[in-house]
Structures are given as structure tokens and as C-alpha cells.
């Protein structure tokens, strides 16, 4: 889906507006003249950015057919060639479906150009996540385009795809066989929960050197699961705005804190990830 702004589309009206104007009022010189003509060449581009090819090729033509001194071009064709290329224009961004976002949620949508303008959250979504946990990173910012978008329950869809991610490598902390593709998040648990009910000397491997770690990585991961596993994969709800950011923050809030130890193959680390520098 292409970015565009409505602003863009503003000054485009009101630019050739103004051009048209400057051969009545005497203004048409060398210097305007060159500023339309980049201004052909910039909204041509911008105009090929949202699929609008024909008024492309008819800004790229207004630029470069512009009156000039040498009287090959009258400078009475400047105002009717630039009302009919504005028609043009207008007609066919008639004929795009343009999707509104609200400024609240723009980014989630993408992230700032600028990096220092990022979040902690967009920082650690790039960073420790995307690092230990490139699919479940990528299933996150999957999620929050959803969330911008208005699509609720897709966006918890997404989600629930990003903790399939956290279970299994939870699962494989425990060398077992690898899980089927019809276990369901409740098998892949009760390994987990078994382990739970020891004493922490007495657990598997990495479980026992990181009790508290994995405490809550197991805890957080039946709460998704109770919260928003079943009942999105069993067709039983649908979400609203809130239900959705909730998700959003708690799954985040999960791999910020599964990616300081562990990483999507299931190896521990003895230390985090550092985050992009702003």
C-alpha cells in the first residue's frame, strides 16, 4: 500500500492555480518558468507513486512544454493546459480508493524516517526483537499496520501468529522433539508447566540457571493464550480498538522481555540485545 498526502493534493490545485494566473498579471518570466517546471517534474514523481500514470506523463509534458521567450509556446497556453492537466489529475485520483489513517495511529502504520524520533517500543521492535525473533518481529509490525488500519481482530490475528513464534522456542529449550504442526499451545505447555512444578534446582538445563525468567515467560504465554489465543483461532470473539491495543502491548511487552535471554531457535544468551542507536 502507497503513502500518500492529502496535502500533497491540495498544493498541486493550488500551484497550477497560481501558475495559471502569472501570465495575466505579468509575472511570467525565466524564473517562474523554472519553478514550474519543477514543479511538473515533483508532482510527476509524486503522481507515480499512487498509480496515477497517465497524469504522470501529462505533468512530465507541462513541464516540459512551457511557455518560453523565444515565443515557440504563446504564454496564452499556460492557463488552459494547466486546468486541463488539474481535470486530469483530478479524474483519475477519482478513480483510486484512498485510505484515511488518523493521526493517533499513523505510527503504527511506519515507523518516523527520523531514528531518533522512534519510541522505546519501535526501538525495540527493530532491535532485540527483530534480532532474536525476526518472524515474530515481522508478525508484530504486520499487527500494527492492521491496528492503524482499523482491522481489530487481524491485528490479534498477527499477534497470535508472533507468540506461536515464543511458545516454540520456549518448547525447544527443553530438547524435545520438535513440535507437530497440529500440537496446539496447550500440549506445548504441559512440558513447561511440569518443569514449573519443581523445585528450581531440579529442572531441565536452562530452566534451572534462569528460574524467574522462564516463570514468566510460561506465565505470559498462558495469559496470551486465555486472553486472545483461543478465542481468536476458535471464531469465538471480536475486537474492538481497545481490545486490540491491548493485545498490541502485551505481545510486544512479551518478546521485549522473551528477547533479553532468548532468541527463536530456542538458545539462551547471558545478555540483551542493545537497541538502535537514535
Same mark, same amino acid.
Given at each position: 500500500?502507497?503513502?500518500?498526502?492529502?496535502?500533497?493534493?491540495?498544493?498541486?490545485?493550488?500551484?497550477?492555480?497560481?501558475?495559471?494566473?502569472?501570465?495575466?498579471?505579468?509575472?511570467?518570466?525565466?524564473?517562474?518558468? @523554472?519553478?514550474?517546471?519543477? !514543479? #511538473?517534474?515533483?508532482?510527476?514523481? %509524486? =503522481? $507515480?507513486?499512487? *498509480?496515477?500514470?497517465?497524469?504522470?506523463?501529462?505533468?512530465?509534458?507541462?513541464?516540459? @512544454?512551457?511557455?518560453?521567450? !523565444? #515565443?515557440?509556446?504563446?504564454?496564452? %497556453? =499556460? $492557463?488552459?493546459? *494547466?486546468?486541463?492537466?488539474?481535470?486530469?489529475?483530478?479524474?483519475?485520483?477519482?478513480?483510486?480508493?484512498?485510505?484515511?489513517?488518523?493521526?493517533?495511529?499513523?505510527?503504527?502504520?511506519?515507523?518516523?524516517?527520523?531514528?531518533?524520533?522512534?519510541?522505546?517500543?519501535?526501538?525495540?521492535?527493530?532491535?532485540?526483537?527483530?534480532?532474536?525473533?525476526?518472524?515474530?518481529?515481522?508478525?508484530?509490525?504486520?499487527?500494527?499496520?492492521?491496528?492503524?488500519?482499523?482491522?481489530?481482530?487481524?491485528?490479534?490475528?498477527?499477534?497470535?501468529?508472533?507468540?506461536?513464534?515464543?511458545?516454540?522456542?520456549?518448547?525447544?529449550?527443553?530438547?524435545?522433539?520438535?513440535?507437530?504442526?497440529?500440537?496446539?499451545?496447550?500440549?506445548?505447555?504441559?512440558?513447561?508447566?511440569?518443569?514449573?512444578?519443581?523445585?528450581?534446582?531440579?529442572?531441565?538445563?536452562?530452566?534451572?540457571?534462569?528460574?524467574?525468567?522462564?516463570?514468566?515467560?510460561?506465565?505470559?504465554?498462558?495469559?496470551?493464550?486465555?486472553?486472545?489465543?483461543?478465542?481468536?483461532?476458535?471464531?469465538?470473539?471480536?475486537?474492538?480498538?481497545?481490545?486490540?491495543?491491548?493485545?498490541?502491548?502485551?505481545?510486544?511487552?512479551?518478546?521485549?522481555?522473551?528477547?533479553?535471554?532468548?532468541?527463536?531457535?530456542?538458545?539462551?544468551?547471558?545478555?540483551?540485545?542493545?537497541?538502535?542507536?537514535?
Amino acid at each position: 500500500m502507497n503513502k500518500f498526502n492529502a496535502g500533497i493534493f491540495v498544493n498541486i490545485g493550488s500551484s497550477l492555480n497560481w501558475f495559471s494566473s502569472l501570465v495575466e498579471t505579468g509575472n511570467w518570466n525565466d524564473q517562474t518558468r @523554472e519553478a514550474a517546471q519543477r !514543479f #511538473g517534474l515533483s508532482i510527476s514523481e %509524486d =503522481l $507515480k507513486e499512487i *498509480a496515477c500514470h497517465v497524469s504522470a506523463q501529462a505533468a512530465l509534458r507541462f513541464a516540459s @512544454e512551457l511557455p518560453d521567450k !523565444f #515565443g515557440i509556446r504563446p504564454p496564452t %497556453d =499556460l $492557463k488552459p493546459r *494547466a486546468t486541463e492537466l488539474q481535470s486530469m489529475i483530478f479524474d483519475e485520483m477519482n478513480g483510486q480508493l484512498f485510505l484515511w489513517v488518523p493521526h493517533e495511529r499513523a505510527r503504527f502504520y511506519e515507523y518516523p524516517e527520523d531514528v531518533k524520533k522512534w519510541d522505546d517500543i519501535e526501538r525495540a521492535i527493530e532491535g532485540p526483537i527483530a534480532g532474536r525473533f525476526p518472524t515474530a518481529s515481522n508478525e508484530i509490525y504486520s499487527a500494527r499496520r492492521c491496528y492503524a488500519l482499523g482491522q481489530w481482530t487481524p491485528c490479534i490475528f498477527h499477534l497470535v501468529r508472533a507468540c506461536d513464534v515464543g511458545i516454540k522456542a520456549l518448547y525447544k529449550t527443553l530438547d524435545r522433539p520438535a513440535p507437530k504442526l497440529s500440537d496446539s499451545w496447550g500440549n506445548m505447555l504441559k512440558p513447561m508447566d511440569a518443569q514449573l512444578q519443581k523445585n528450581s534446582g531440579e529442572r531441565y538445563g536452562e530452566w534451572a540457571k534462569h528460574p524467574d525468567f522462564f516463570d514468566h515467560a510460561t506465565n505470559d504465554i498462558r495469559a496470551i493464550k486465555r486472553a486472545w489465543r483461543d478465542t481468536t483461532m476458535h471464531v469465538e470473539a471480536n475486537y474492538d480498538e481497545s481490545g486490540a491495543r491491548k493485545a498490541l502491548d502485551a505481545v510486544t511487552s512479551f518478546f521485549i522481555r522473551l528477547a533479553e535471554k532468548l532468541d527463536q531457535d530456542g538458545k539462551v544468551h547471558e545478555r540483551p540485545l542493545v537497541y538502535p542507536k537514535p
